[in-house]
């Protein structure tokens, strides 16, 4: 069965500092993977997605996130962190066509000034 | 382009009472989605529609909860009567399948509370 884990519930870095957010995954074939973002009170906004080809796939507001076989890891970074940029992250992984799509339980990003 | 529209985006209601929540997906995405979100976890599906038809509707309790998509369009998700247990956020999403990719975008969510 397919299944997403975010090691870390929060995870608080100072502003203009790199990030990264951990995502594992469990899925018997390749998988299709996705980050998204949700502020509060809204809805998630999807931030990047890889289905195949190069694995290192960027995305909108200067992210960009790998994906590992190997490490069956699709860890999310980003070079320098400004204050919007606090909110709640959600990886999922799906099947193929992407139809069952299952989400992480989502790591909190506190910016501190 | 408009999003994924969902009304209300807030319900307080009081157990056993009825609810319902509406979706209007963006235009020309065939595949709809519904999604319940406990506080401090991600989306679970309840339902997935393609078009008219429910193709996977296994996490959906039935006994409560039913949602319709007249005409392929807009989808209502019900709940009657509804539980404590059933406060969360509902989330609707919408997809166009592409190439036998689908990428979902969501719509604001539903907030409920079941007092």
């Known amino acids: 069965a397919q299944s997403v884990t975010q090691p870390d519930i929060h995870i608080t870095v100072s502003e203009g500092a790199s990030l990264e957010l951990r995502c594992n995954y469990s899925y018997g074939a390749t998988p299709y993977l996705f980050w998204y973002v949700q502020s509060p009170g809204q809805g998630l906004q999807l931030l990047l997605k890889?289905?195949?080809?190069?694995?290192l796939v960027q995305g909108i507001k200067g992210f960009e996130a790998e994906f590992k076989r190997s490490q069956s890891s699709f860890n999310l970074r980003k070079p320098s962190v400004h204050w919007s940029d606090a909110a709640e992250y959600f990886c999922a992984v799906a099947g193929t066509g992407g139809f069952k799509t299952i989400f992480g339980a989502g790591t909190r990003l506190f910016v501190k000034a | 382009e408009a999003g994924v529209v969902q009304s209300p985006r807030y319900k307080i209601i009081e157990k056993k009472q009825p609810v319902a929540f509406w979706c209007n997906p963006i235009?020309?995405?065939?595949?709809l989605y519904w999604y319940r979100q406990n506080l401090g976890q991600g989306p679970e599906l309840l339902i997935r529609?393609?078009?008219?038809?429910?193709?996977?509707d296994s996490q959906l309790p039935k006994d409560r909860f039913s949602a319709e998509r007249l005409k392929g369009v807009d989808s209502t998700l019900k709940i009657q009567p509804a539980e404590l247990g059933d406060s969360a956020v509902y989330l609707c999403?919408?997809?166009?399948?592409?190439?036998?990719?689908?990428?979902?975008?969501f719509g604001p969510g539903t907030r409920l509370t079941v007092l």
């Open positions: 890889y289905f195949s080809g190069d694995t």
């Open positions: 529609y393609e078009n008219e038809e429910a193709v996977d």
């Open positions: 235009s020309g995405h065939n595949t």
């Open positions: 999403a919408s997809s166009l399948v592409d190439g036998g990719t689908d990428t979902q975008y």
